[in-house]
């Protein structure tokens, strides 16, 4: 009954990359004159969508209908001339080019772009200033003032009010509202449910690659879109014995890991967690909220501004990786590409962090080397038939090979950043087994993962960040999906469920 | 970074920050010069006159390779594209009149910018590192200016040499120096102040920043490599006027000095930065070296040590006030 008013229709839109699929039957309508909200939880395919209606990429199947007409956009070049333009999370400004000669690149005229920066709160901004010395929430509003400039139709936001100060945040909200009353389009995706609902007139909810339902965004269908989000059959299925039986935590002992009023960045803004031996701490966040800049942190790939991190109750100082080995915590992260040599053997790669403990200089002490490495190997039960070549494993043995190299060189806290990630359900199921074993062999663990379904089958305790805080902090036994997912968005999740 | 700094340094920073080029590399080049004045007094008009011939080959060749190295590639066969232009000079020109030999100097110059179209093309496509494919294709060059001319010969009518080694208006202005200033301009004017310019920059800083802004990466490319032939073949159109001859392996020794050049000069290796007043300076100063060591009395093959060390200091100091600067 809305196909006249309807600006944008979106149809069975499929996207695979490889063998991992992305996309299977997306939908969308948006409306002229209407702020709509595309919603999902990680990985739900929001940002592949996002992507094949801007022409970053192309779809494998399904339309794309423009003003009633079929249109498929080879560039983002493309995309703007039909009236479609994007804010991305990072913006699309050139570092060593000035604010105006960026603005000239887009072919964006420069007096419309002050004029907008003006309404958006920005009115001192220095022109001939380099992008690479302004800083980050400035850089998104210039983003989002360039796009306005171009008066596109269809204005898509993604997670615009990120790192934005809540006044900054405001003026664009007032902005939103009136594109609406002057009857253009926003796309709205945003992570803060009450953002959501306070600006937006509908909702799409994605679910692995499906668009799963169409809801009111207003403040009432919150409920709704969480359900939606979960979808009806995980929420009820949390297999008990998967689990298994959780150390208990005595607080008279040091925490392994304990980090305080961490900052880093414009996305960490203060979090402070502790890990006691023996446990496993789940850390549940939607993209974008920090949790990268954490474990980046602790685990010395990044330096932080402010706060600190102790292990075992001494202060660090974490300059570089071997800073955070030596001081027992080690980094599994989601890549394996990038804690693993492909083209060697599962051998060499297990042994690399070893090579300081065996022999500093000299030759390598082949036998105590081989005795370690086997024990792990075996330990793990990595399927060593193509050990010669690590890339020839499989995902899943990957991930194991990373942590044997860890086992076989003694750790105190293991750092898992989304191990899980495109691992089959058996293998998962393995790898969550070793991280318990771990624990229970009195190893601390911090563990994100991207599946909030999966925090209750590995953790003792979860907290959930948002906006780069500790939101919410609970047991394990209470961290189902939804209430992780509720509080993930910024919903008070605990106190509702109280109430 | 405070909130309310939107803009960027004080005025008078961001003048020097962003006229390095422009006040420093001049200022470094006065200096090496009364340098020299100092350990040679007889330096006078002669002496500017065989620096600027000297100089002329090489400036051409950082002008090449600036234009690459700012749009985010490199080009390692600068020295081959330098050889070829001068053989085909030497060879077609020796018995040409003043009026033919300009017209194949035009010749040479296209065939010049469509070597350089065949780099980007080549480095577009097959998504091949540009480093790979244009010290491959200076490989095939360099055999190509071989089997033109096996041996340093050939040569150019007199008048044609004298748009580089006379001196029309001055002594102490000679042609080279007029020559070198003009054919930078009229190619690099135009491209920089145009909007050929900005996305040469714009995809040398940041690819994936310029192509969201709707820039065609893989054109731009393409059209930086262009200049560069052309720039290319004009340097060895002025090894032709400053030598006199053609010799099919002068070539090696500019690819190199050229890298040096744009990295004294001031050019980011990455690309995006830099400008082209520095290296065409840089490349003097380079210039200047081995022949302060003559005056020096010491053995001016010092020169390719100097010249090295100076690129790793260069490259080093970069580094280091980038790593000051991500602390802050």
Redesign the interface.
């Known amino acids: 009954m809305n196909e006249t008013s309807s600006l944008l229709d979106i149809r069975d839109i499929a996207k695979n990359f490889g063998s991992v699929v992305a996309l299977r039957a997306a939908a969308l309508n948006v409306r002229a004159g209407e702020v709509h909200a595309l919603m999902g939880a990680n990985g739900a395919g929001k940002s592949t969508l996002v992507k094949i209606l801007t022409g970053v990429f192309s779809a494998d199947a399904g339309e794309i209908i423009l003003d009633g007409k079929t249109r498929s956009f080879r560039?983002?070049?493309e995309a703007?001339q039909a009236g479609i333009v994007s804010v991305?999370q990072d913006?699309?400004?050139?570092?060593?080019?000035t604010v105006a000669?960026?603005l000239?690149?887009?072919?964006v005229p420069l007096s419309e772009t002050v004029r907008w920066l003006t309404e958006l709160g920005?009115d001192?901004?220095?022109l001939?200033?380099?992008i690479r010395?302004?800083?980050y929430?400035?850089l998104r509003l210039i983003d989002l003032a360039r796009a306005l400039a171009s008066e596109p139709r269809l204005l898509l936001l993604d997670e615009i009010t990120a790192a934005l100060?809540a006044d900054l945040a405001e003026k664009v909200f007032a902005m939103v509202r009136r594109r609406r009353e002057q009857g253009h389009s926003v796309i709205f995706i945003s992570h803060r449910m009450a953002e959501v609902s306070a600006i937006c007139d509908r909702a799409t909810v994605l679910r692995d690659g499906i668009t799963v339902g169409v809801t009111d965004a207003a403040p009432g269908s919150q409920e709704r879109i969480v359900t939606l989000m979960l979808g009806t059959e995980i929420a009820k299925a949390i297999p008990k014995a998967a689990r298994a039986t959780h150390a208990r935590v005595s607080s008279s002992v040091a925490p392994a890991l304990e980090v305080r009023s961490l900052r880093c960045g414009h996305l960490l803004q203060d979090v402070s967690l502790s890990v006691h031996p023996g446990e496993v701490l789940g850390v549940a966040a939607l993209e974008g909220q920090g949790q990268e800049e954490l474990f980046h942190c602790i685990a010395g790939v990044r330096?932080f501004d402010d706060g600190a991190i102790l292990a075992q109750g001494k202060p660090l100082r974490l300059r570089h990786p071997a800073d955070a080995i030596s001081a027992g915590l080690v980094l599994v992260p989601a890549n394996r590409l990038q804690a693993l040599l492909q083209q060697r053997s599962i051998r060499e790669n297990v042994a690399l962090p070893m090579f300081r403990r065996l022999s500093a200089w000299g030759p390598v002490a082949m036998k105590a080397e081989r005795a370690r490495v086997e024990s792990a190997v075996s330990r793990l039960q990595i399927d060593t038939r193509a050990e010669s070549e690590l890339r020839r494993l499989s995902g899943g043995n990957q991930q194991k090979v990373v942590i044997a190299r860890w086992l076989a060189s003694g750790f105190k806290t293991l750092l898992c950043f989304d191990p899980t990630r495109g691992i089959d359900v058996g293998t998962k199921r393995q790898i969550y087994a070793l991280v318990r074993e771990l624990a229970a062999a009195g190893s601390a663990v911090l563990l994100f993962t991207s599946e909030l379904a999966e925090i209750p089958l590995a953790c003792d305790r979860a907290i959930v960040l948002f906006g780069g805080r500790v939101v919410d902090e609970m047991p394990a036994s209470e961290a189902d999906e939804a209430t992780l997912l509720r509080a993930a968005h910024g919903l008070a999740a605990r106190s509702e469920a109280a109430a | 970074m405070s909130a309310t700094m939107v803009g960027a340094p004080a005025p008078f920073r961001r003048f020097v920050g962003r006229h390095l080029a422009w006040v420093g590399m001049p200022a470094l080049l006065i200096l090496a010069l009364a340098f020299t004045a100092l350990i040679h007094p007889e330096f006078g008009s002669f002496d500017v006159q065989s620096l600027a011939l000297g100089a002329l080959p090489l400036a051409m060749a950082a002008a090449a390779q600036a234009v690459v190295v700012l749009s985010g590639g490199i080009d390692l066969s600068v020295g081959s594209l330098m050889a070829v232009s001068n053989v085909l000079a030497a060879s077609t020109m020796q018995h040409a009149s003043f009026t033919q030999s300009l017209l194949l100097a035009a010749l040479i110059l296209i065939a010049g910018a469509l070597q350089g179209a065949a780099n980007g093309i080549i480095v577009v496509i097959s998504r091949i590192p540009d480093v790979v494919v244009t010290l491959t294709t200076g490989f095939i060059w360099g055999g190509v200016a071989l089997l033109i001319l096996e041996k340093p010969g050939g040569g150019a009518p007199p008048e044609f040499l004298d748009l580089a080694a006379g001196n029309l208006l001055s002594p102490w202005l000679p042609n080279a120096l007029i020559l070198l200033v003009v054919a930078v301009a009229l190619i690099w004017l135009p491209v920089r102040r145009s909007r050929l310019g900005l996305l040469i920059y714009a995809v040398g800083s940041d690819r994936i920043a310029a192509f969201r802004s709707g820039v065609g990466i893989d054109s731009t490319r393409i059209l930086a490599y262009i200049v560069g032939g052309l720039f290319s073949a004009l340097g060895g159109l002025a090894l032709t006027m400053t030598t006199g001859i053609g010799a099919p392996l002068a070539g090696t020794y500019y690819t190199l000095s050229s890298v040096a050049a744009i990295v004294i000069g001031g050019v980011r290796l990455t690309g995006g930065r830099g400008g082209m007043v520095g290296p065409v300076i840089a490349a003097v100063l380079l210039t200047l070296i081995p022949t302060d060591l003559i005056f020096l009395n010491i053995d001016p093959n010092y020169g390719q040590v100097i010249q090295g060390t100076l690129i790793v200091f260069v490259v080093m100091i970069g580094g280091f006030v980038a790593v000051l600067q991500s602390r802050k």
């Open positions: 560039s983002p070049a703007r991305y913006p699309a400004l050139v570092p060593d080019l000669q960026n000239r690149l887009a072919k920005v001192d901004l220095d001939k200033a380099f010395d302004i800083p929430p400035i100060s330096r």
